[in-house]
């Protein structure tokens, strides 16, 4: 089993629509979550970030972590074209030293 | 601005050959990470370092090998001993390492392919 999985897409959606993305994992020991956008061919982009249970909103989009159920969502409400990318949750343990675990990602396109 | 560059943004490799992807960071950050992605699949980790003249292995360092002698800069090289180099590499830079609340930011990636 992965210590990451992720729904793996690809999603195709109306643009206005709302788009829900999710993880989940297996280690009790992760405690920061994040979601990165990726466009074709280029570097992740840092898009949420947080380390407690809840949602956290920034604009169209909302993280919700659900530490309980070891369950991690990414809602982007209002869906544009340019949503259309790659994304990718990730997650650090407390204290790591090391580096993200990441989900494989879920392709998503935004049709106008 | 800010941000990490990564050069070359294509790369081709023939047979029995050693390259070397360069990345440069100007934000100051102290830990420097290379990672691996193929299609559908996770970024997987190489290298990382998490000061000046010191690195450790990631999941699939096997054929890589890699320098910090500048806070700045840590470059890649991707030697003949690995066999299957085809793959988009990334990396990135966080400003703390340990307990770290300070998240990874990428650059743009090299496209490496065998000739």
């Known amino acids: 089993q992965k210590e990451v999985e992720q729904d793996p897409g690809p999603l195709s959606v109306p643009e206005g629509a709302i788009v829900s993305l999710n993880c989940t994992y297996s280690?009790?020991?992760?405690?920061?979550f994040m979601w990165y956008r990726q466009y074709s061919r280029k570097g992740p982009e840092l898009l949420m970030y947080?380390?407690?249970?809840g949602n956290k909103e920034d604009g169209r989009f909302t993280a919700q972590v659900d530490k309980s159920s070891k369950y991690i969502s990414l809602f982007i409400r209002d869906s544009q074209p340019s949503d259309s990318a790659t994304y990718l949750c990730a997650l650090l343990f407390s204290g790591s030293a090391r580096q993200l675990t990441f989900g494989s990602g879920t392709q998503l396109t935004v049709l106008p | 601005d800010g941000g990490i560059t990564q050069s070359p943004k294509y790369l081709f490799r023939k047979e029995g050959q050693n390259v070397t992807l360069s990345c440069e960071q100007n934000?100051?950050?102290?830990?420097m990470y290379w990672y691996r992605q193929d299609p559908g699949q996770g970024l997987r980790l190489i290298y990382y370092s998490q000061i000046v003249n010191d690195f450790q292995k990631g999941d699939i360092a096997e054929g890589y090998s890699v320098s910090r002698e500048k806070k700045e800069s840590f470059p890649l090289t991707v030697t003949s001993a690995q066999k299957n180099p085809t793959a988009f590499y990334l990396c990135?830079?966080?400003?703390?390492?340990?307990?770290?609340?300070?998240?990874?930011?990428f650059g743009d990636g090299t496209r490496l392919s065998i000739l």
């Open positions: 280690n009790s020991a992760f405690q920061y």
């Open positions: 947080t380390y407690s249970s």
């Open positions: 990135a830079s966080s400003a703390r390492v340990t307990g770290s609340n300070q998240p990874q930011h």
């Open positions: 934000l100051n950050h102290d830990a």
